[in-house]
């Protein structure tokens, strides 16, 4: 059981909505470094803003790329995933595209990240692939597991936050069990309570991505 004032530490502090002002960058910013969370994820338009807010503190950067669908072409993930480089991204939040998985072509899906790969190898970031589990059976899982551990991604991800079904206990341990220990999970989609995020990282969830990040870390503070 995970100690409750470490929950903190697990956070992804979340805004991902299309509408996101610079207001709610700035917010999102002050929050991590107070409560410590891990990173902050943002829109690619606000990486640069949110590396200057967060300077200085331990607090990562994070972005999407093919968000939300991920079914951008290979070449317009690459420039993506550049330019948030550029701009000062610490780690890169990719979906994956999932009409290749509904389509069986698992080629396309080595193809892909096997070409995105080496950029960020190459600049020391982190790349966390968001598969959409919430829309994958079991069997699609599973293999998404076989292709990105063998391409050696960093963190494979839940979900997106913007499908039918987000992040589940289920999931979580089912990628937990085929994948190696040396890569991570994070959760992602509804998570909006303690007690939720802490029954995915009992799971096996090495990250929590969400907006509801204050009031988890207020409700894990009751616990103590």
Same mark, same amino acid.
């Given at each position: 059981?995970?100690?409750?004032?470490?929950?903190? $530490?697990?956070?992804?502090?979340?805004?991902?909505?299309? &509408?996101? @002002?610079?207001?709610?960058?700035?917010?999102?910013?002050? #929050?991590?470094?107070?409560?410590?969370?891990?990173?902050?994820? =943002?829109?690619?338009?606000? =990486?640069?803003? %949110? /590396?200057?807010?967060?300077?200085?503190?331990? =607090?990562?950067?994070?972005?999407?790329? +093919?968000?939300?669908?991920?079914?951008?072409?290979? #070449?317009?993930?690459? %420039?993506?995933?550049?330019?948030?480089?550029? !701009?000062?991204?610490?780690?890169?939040?990719?979906?994956?595209?999932?009409?290749?998985?509904?389509?069986? !072509?698992?080629?396309?899906?080595? $193809?892909?990240?096997? &070409?995105?790969?080496?950029?960020?190898?190459?600049?020391?970031?982190?790349?966390?692939?968001?598969?959409? @589990? +919430?829309?994958?059976?079991?069997?699609?899982?599973? &293999?998404?597991?076989?292709?990105?551990?063998?391409?050696?991604?960093?963190?494979? /991800? &839940? @979900?997106? +936050?913007?499908?039918?079904?987000?992040?589940?206990?289920?999931? =979580?341990?089912?990628?937990?069990?085929?994948?190696?220990? $040396?890569?991570?999970?994070?959760?992602?989609?509804?998570?909006?309570?303690?007690?939720? %995020?802490?029954?995915?990282?009992?799971? +096996?969830? !090495?990250?929590?991505?969400?907006? $509801?990040?204050? /009031?988890?870390?207020? #409700?894990?503070?009751?616990?103590?």
């Amino acid at each position: 059981m995970l100690p409750v004032m470490n929950i903190s $530490s697990y956070i992804d502090h979340t805004v991902l909505k299309p &509408t996101t @002002s610079i207001a709610d960058v700035e917010k999102l910013c002050a #929050e991590a470094m107070q409560y410590n969370f891990a990173a902050v994820c =943002v829109p690619p338009l606000f =990486v640069k803003k %949110a /590396k200057e807010l967060t300077g200085g503190s331990n =607090v990562k950067v994070a972005t999407v790329i +093919g968000f939300p669908f991920g079914y951008s072409a290979i #070449e317009a993930k690459v %420039a993506e995933i550049i330019l948030a480089i550029l !701009d000062g991204a610490d780690e890169l939040d990719m979906v994956i595209n999932i009409s290749a998985i509904k389509n069986k !072509d698992w080629q396309f899906l080595a $193809s892909e990240i096997n &070409t995105v790969m080496p950029i960020i190898r190459g600049k020391g970031k982190i790349v966390k692939v968001i598969i959409e @589990s +919430g829309i994958l059976t079991d069997e699609e899982i599973i &293999t998404c597991c076989d292709i990105y551990g063998a391409a050696g991604v960093d963190f494979m /991800k &839940t @979900s997106t +936050g913007y499908a039918e079904k987000g992040a589940s206990v289920h999931a =979580v341990q089912l990628m937990r069990v085929h994948l190696a220990s $040396s890569i991570k999970i994070k959760a992602s989609g509804g998570i909006k309570d303690y007690k939720f %995020a802490l029954e995915l990282i009992n799971a +096996g969830a !090495d990250r929590i991505g969400c907006s $509801s990040s204050v /009031k988890i870390a207020a #409700e894990a503070a009751l616990q103590n």
